[in-house]
């Protein structure tokens, strides 16, 4: 009788407690996937808005398609501790609200610009129109888990890959990376910035 009785408790406590687990996972993984997919869905709309815009110089976009960019990025999930993710290799401008050679543009041409990163503290700014490369030599230093103190050294012009001219640079900013994911990073430098890691 004993064995019964301890048998029938073990019953019941399974019959209790075992739907309990599925439905705690479950309720994880809609909250997960439903967080990826608006996700996804706001940097396929990012994307798109690029498209429409025109391309990397933000300030030449109509000023409705810079809002809808803004009010896309401000919804993108912030990345935690997005200071900790190495940078390496060769990543491109997206888009930028920035004034001024950063954003490529130089009088009447648009040129390709390129962040590379010779180490984790040395990188450069790189404009390219042809065969005219211009650089901007800089060193970053993480102050927190989402602020980077970027400050300019040297500006050098580059011509069929030989250096025409390299002059010292002043100048220093605060980057706040917003997002860091899949290797699109988003940042205020103030300016918004929209790069992605090709390399």
Same mark, same amino acid.
């Given at each position: ?5 301890l048998l %029938?408790?073990?019953v019941? %406590?399974g ?32 994307r798109?808005l690029?498209d429409e815009?025109g391309g ?10 810079v809002?809808?960019?803004e009010?896309?990025? /401000?919804?993108?999930p912030?990345?935690k501790?997005?200071?900790a ?32 990163? =010779? ?8 404009v ?5 490369? =211009?650089?901007?030599?800089a ?9 980077v ?5 040297k500006?050098?012009f ?29 940042? /205020? ?7 992605k890691?090709i390399?």
């Amino acid at each position: 009788m004993r064995s019964i009785a301890l048998l %029938l408790v073990c019953v019941v %406590l399974g019959v209790a407690f075992q739907p309990q687990f599925p439905n705690r996972i479950s309720r994880r993984i809609s909250r997960r996937s439903y967080t990826t997919a608006l996700k996804f869905s706001e940097l396929n709309e990012l994307r798109s808005l690029i498209d429409e815009a025109g391309g990397q110089v933000g300030i030449s976009a109509e000023p409705a398609v810079v809002t809808k960019i803004e009010r896309v990025v /401000d919804a993108l999930p912030q990345t935690k501790n997005p200071t900790a993710i190495p940078l390496t290799g060769t990543h491109e401008l997206l888009f930028s609200m920035a004034k001024g050679g950063s954003n490529g543009k130089v009088g009447p041409f648009v040129g390709k610009v390129n962040q590379i990163f =010779v180490d984790d503290t040395n990188f450069i700014n790189q404009v390219t129109l042809g065969p005219l490369k =211009v650089e901007l030599l800089a060193t970053r230093e993480i102050l927190d888990d989402k602020r980077v103190r970027v400050t300019f050294k040297k500006t050098r012009f580059n011509l069929f890959g030989n250096t025409l001219k390299e002059t010292e640079t002043k100048g220093s900013g605060v980057w706040t990376i917003k997002f860091f994911e899949d290797g699109l990073r988003i940042m /205020d430098t103030p300016s918004l910035f929209i790069i992605k890691a090709i390399k």
